[in-house]
């Protein structure tokens, strides 16, 4: 399996990893030829990119955190929650569903916390129209993890995965028209964009799930350490815990999913930019958790190695995540096909680093 971007799709190749549309609905199933005409289609989606089956790593995936099942239920229960709470008026109680929210926070924790040693590969394609829901589920999926990870007991992780299932759903007071804008917001647009954390606590305290940690989840996860954040401007310590986790997860998924002004970053250089904001924007403690779990270069990525040979990432080891094991398959940049392939796990071969992750590749062979 490998990750290409649409201009590289070619006649032949057979989709590893279903795509699907805003609503949790499968727009194209894996083990389908993807025809070079449906790139245009995908491309109105918001679709940038697919993953295909590629003969030359056999049947590697990369394994799923959270059942597909869980992840659609997930997603749609957030968009059913985020679409009603905006049909409603201001002078009637809101209906967060709450027993239905409880069952899905507890399959995802529950799936979760089996795994480990996990390294995460967030896989998700999904149209941008349905960016905020995807995006909801996998900022939850990360902040539990880091949860898990920082010892954290049943009722923490719970308030804590809650809190960022739902940290978004303030976003009903802002347009469509702001969020998906291609350009600069200006000042009033992007002031109306701060109000949605605040927003966002005066609606969730209607909810029966409501705690005071899982009200700051949503109310604090814009609020960064060196004060510049929104909408209060806390500083370090002054943010709740649960909050700046979540901060973390938030910004690692927007960073890496494509929004319509951007492409989406790579996992690497997500990584490059959280560590290079560190302690002004986060809890370096938090982010050194989070970091220690988040695969750098994913199964399917193609990198470049310190000794001028490049293939495609199969494998990472947990705990070794800039490390991980690689199909040898050229021997330049230049694509020149190396005559032996061979596997190359940097876990044990210190000497050697990937220095760079390859987008333009010219050699995409079918399956």
Not at 102 to 125: G, P, W
Not at 165 to 182: M, S, T
Request: charged share 20%.
């Amino acid at each position: 399996m490998r990750k290409i971007f649409l201009q590289q799709l070619q006649s032949g190749m057979v989709l590893a990893k279903t795509i699907y549309g805003p609503a949790g609905q499968v727009l194209l199933s894996a083990g389908k030829e993807v025809k070079p005409q449906y790139a245009v289609y995908l491309r109105h989606m918001g679709i940038e990119s697919l993953y295909i089956q590629d003969k030359r790593i056999g049947n590697v995936v990369a394994d799923e955190i959270l059942t597909e099942e869980t992840r659609q239920e997930a997603r749609l229960l957030v968009k059913e929650l985020m679409e009603g709470v905006g049909e409603i008026s201001s002078n009637k109680s809101i209906a967060f569903a709450d027993e239905n929210l409880k069952v899905i926070v507890n399959k995802i924790i529950e799936e979760l916390l089996s795994i480990e040693d996990v390294v995460v590969s967030l896989l998700d394609i999904r149209a941008a129209a349905g960016y905020a829901f995807a995006h909801s589920v996998n900022t939850c999926v990360l902040a539990t993890l880091t949860g898990a990870k920082l010892n954290y007991n049943t009722t923490q992780i719970k308030t804590l995965a809650t809190g960022s299932l739902l940290h978004d759903i303030g976003y009903i007071v802002v347009p469509p028209e702001i969020l998906q804008k291609k350009s600069i917001l200006d000042q009033d647009e992007y002031g109306l964009v701060k109000t949605h954390p605040l927003f966002g606590l005066e609606l969730f305290k209607h909810s029966s799930l409501y705690t005071e940690d899982s009200g700051a989840v949503i109310h604090q996860h814009h609020e960064r350490r060196n004060g510049k954040g929104y909408p209060k401007g806390l500083v370090k310590d002054r943010i709740n815990v649960m909050a700046q986790i979540a901060a973390i997860a938030d910004v690692y998924d927007a960073l890496t999913s494509p929004r319509p002004y951007r492409r989406a970053y790579h996992p690497n250089q997500a990584v490059e930019m959280l560590s290079a904001w560190g302690d002004d924007y986060f809890n370096l403690d938090i982010l050194r958790t989070f970091l220690s779990f988040i695969a750098v270069y994913p199964v399917g990525t193609h990198v470049l190695l310190s000794n001028g040979e490049s293939g495609l990432v199969t494998a990472n080891t947990p705990g070794y995540t800039t490390r991980p094991v690689v199909r040898v398959l050229y021997i330049r940049e230049g694509m020149a096909h190396h005559p032996l392939p061979y596997d190359l796990d940097l876990t044990e071969t210190l000497d050697l680093t990937v220095t760079k992750v390859l987008d333009d590749i010219f050699d995409v062979p079918c399956s």
